[in-house]
């Protein structure tokens, strides 16, 4: 029997969106075989996870809090990948935004809360954005690398924060434990409902919307999508390259910077070691996933925060390590990045 592996002229919509469903769906296949052989149930650790982060209304806001950060990240790294710039950077420019976020609240004495917020929100932006932008100036001047310039800039970032926290800004107080001071009320956000929701999820549905309306609805909009699919076209077309690439990758810095701004001012009240668990590099399976798209982001986001609540409560219950959850994530994606395959090519069994 000869196999062969044909070219879809056009795959249907069906099949776009079944696909990742099904690949889905084997990633917790192959995770069910490794907890068997574990001697773990995988229906009941699979139900476990759920409950934990969707039974309660308290489980259900925890996961709104880890999806914030995913949100927030997810949007910068689509942005750059509308323009096929690969931001691999967001986990370092979210450390540089709660640097940045910070910096402001413990040596700025500001008893306004909302002026100590915003130039916190401000100052994560710039240093974040900044960060990004190193990576797209190179890009667009010399043609270096990105994905090697935001890779290496991460150590630089998440280093940088370790030196402050180990170093000249930890707190004396501290019990000699790697964590700054806690910062006053005023830097604080609000939380809701009695639960650890805070403002930085609505900011990042905000965000979500500007996305879409930025991406879809301008010309500058416009201009990213023509030269993420055809740069030569879109430079014919006078469309200037540069100014966008270096444009783009300061504001996908800063919406990754964002969400720093919102685990420092929201979640932790201080700049600590290890603030993210990942949420950097999540981002980029969250944008993969999503295909680039404002809503695709929120929904796989929240997808990726269900997991991370889950994982938090198998870790007590089952012992299992957080290296579960990243194994999780990375089956996830290379199956659902192996079913791009089936949908652009098909298999065909014949005699000859």
């Known amino acids: 029997m000869k196999i062969r592996v044909v070219k879809r002229d056009k795959a249907s919509k069906l099949l776009q969106i079944v696909t990742p469903f099904i690949a889905i769906l084997l990633s917790f296949a192959f995770v069910g075989i490794f907890l068997i052989l574990n001697g773990l149930n995988p229906i009941l650790v699979f139900k476990d996870m759920f409950v ?53 609240a413990l040596f700025f004495n500001i008893n306004n809360h909302f002026l100590m917020i915003l130039l916190m929100f401000l100052s994560a932006v710039v240093f974040s954005g900044l960060w990004g932008l190193i990576a797209g100036f190179l890009k667009a001047k010399w043609s270096v690398n990105e994905i090697i310039v935001t890779l290496l800039m991460n150590y630089i970032a998440i280093l940088w924060v370790d030196y402050l926290v180990y170093g000249p800004w930890k707190d004396p107080g501290g019990f000699n434990f790697p964590l700054t001071k806690q910062f006053s009320d005023v830097a604080r956000l609000s939380y809701y409902f009695n639960t650890r929701l805070h403002t930085g999820f609505f900011i990042a549905i905000v965000l979500v919307f500007l996305f879409y309306i930025l991406i879809e609805k ?66 980029i399976i969250v944008a993969w996933l999503a295909k680039r798209s404002a809503l695709g982001v929120l929904l796989v986001s929240f997808v990726m925060g269900v997991l991370f609540v889950g994982n938090d409560a198998l870790q007590i219950s089952y012992q299992l390590p957080i290296a579960f959850v990243n194994a999780f994530q990375g089956l996830i994606l290379f199956f659902v990045i192996s079913s791009e395959f089936f949908v652009n090519y098909k298999i065909k069994f014949g005699v000859k």
């Open 218 to 283: 301008t010309v500058w909009g416009y201009e990213i999508r023509v030269i993420g699919n055809n740069p030569n076209a879109a430079k014919y077309a006078g469309i200037n390259y540069e100014k966008n690439v270096i444009l783009v990758m300061f504001i996908s810095g800063a919406l990754a910077g964002i969400a720093g701004f919102s685990e420092v001012a929201g979640v932790t009240y201080r700049l600590q070691h290890s603030i993210s668990p990942g949420y950097g590099y999540t981002a």
């Open 52 to 104: 934990e982060s969707l039974g309660s209304f308290y489980g259900f806001s925890e996961t709104l809090v880890k999806t914030t950060p995913l949100i927030l990240c997810g949007l910068g790294v689509a942005l750059a990948f509308r323009m096929e710039l690969w931001n691999i950077g967001a986990e370092g420019q979210l450390y540089m935004g709660a640097f940045g976020a910070s910096l402001i």
